[in-house]
């Protein structure tokens, strides 16, 4: 990363010029964007060796496009495949407790989320999870225990919240 300022004085002065040159290339100030912040967080890890180019901007320019245009192959085959596909399947209304379960897991540690997906609503044991995610079997169930415990007791503060609303 870079530790002067000299990276934010050419991030400043870059990026909107960037951004403008992506969005014609894209067609999407979003896209645009993302493609160039992409673009800076890689230079700003090289930022020793970058500054010393005549023209850092290039190289900024070229992985910029670079991603935008793997961006655009991925997006045209996207919509390639949602083409052959169809529209999608009709997708039922989340039940407030399914909401709430959902709600629940966005505030577990990603992991304990992961192992509790994985084991409770995909049905892998937990040897295969281990092995899907590169730890120990007693890891996991370590995540399971906690992510449980702490699922748990998020869930009865919701229903507790919600029977105190009434």
């Given at each position: 990363?870079?530790?002067?300022?000299?990276?934010?004085?050419?991030?400043a002065?870059?990026?909107?010029?960037?951004?403008?040159?992506?969005?014609?290339?894209?067609?999407?100030?979003h896209?645009?964007?993302?493609?160039?912040?992409?673009?800076?967080?890689?230079a700003?890890?090289?930022?020793?060796?970058l500054?010393?180019?005549?023209?850092?901007?290039?190289?900024?320019?070229?992985?910029?496009f670079?991603?935008?245009?793997?961006?655009?192959?991925?997006?045209?085959?996207?919509?390639?495949?949602?083409?052959?596909?169809?529209?999608?399947?009709?997708?039922?209304?989340?039940?407030?407790?399914?909401?709430?379960?959902?709600?629940?897991?966005?505030?577990?540690?990603?992991?304990?989320?992961?192992?509790?997906?994985?084991?409770?609503?995909?049905?892998?044991?937990?040897?295969?999870?281990?092995?899907e995610?590169?730890?120990?079997?007693?890891?996991?169930?370590?995540?399971?225990?906690?992510g449980?415990?702490?699922?748990a007791?998020?869930?009865a503060?919701?229903?507790?919240?919600?029977?105190?609303?009434?």
């Open positions: 990363m870079a530790t002067d300022d000299s990276f934010a004085r050419f991030y002065a870059v990026y909107p010029r960037l951004v403008g040159q992506l969005l014609a290339v894209t067609g999407d100030l896209d645009a964007e993302d493609v160039a912040q992409e673009a800076f967080a890689r700003s890890t090289r930022w020793a060796h500054r010393q180019f005549e023209v850092p901007e290039a190289w900024v320019r070229r992985v910029a670079n991603l935008a245009i793997s961006g655009l192959r991925r997006a045209r085959r996207r919509l390639l495949v949602v083409t052959r596909l169809g529209p999608p399947a009709q997708v039922p209304a989340l039940s407030p407790d399914r909401v709430a379960l959902l709600q629940a897991l966005a505030r577990l540690p990603l992991r304990h989320r992961q192992v509790l997906v994985l084991h409770h609503g995909v049905g892998l044991p937990v040897a295969q999870i281990a092995g995610l590169g730890v120990p079997v007693g890891t996991v169930k370590s995540w399971l225990a906690r449980r415990a702490r699922l007791g998020l869930l503060e919701e229903q507790q919240e919600t029977r105190d609303a009434r």
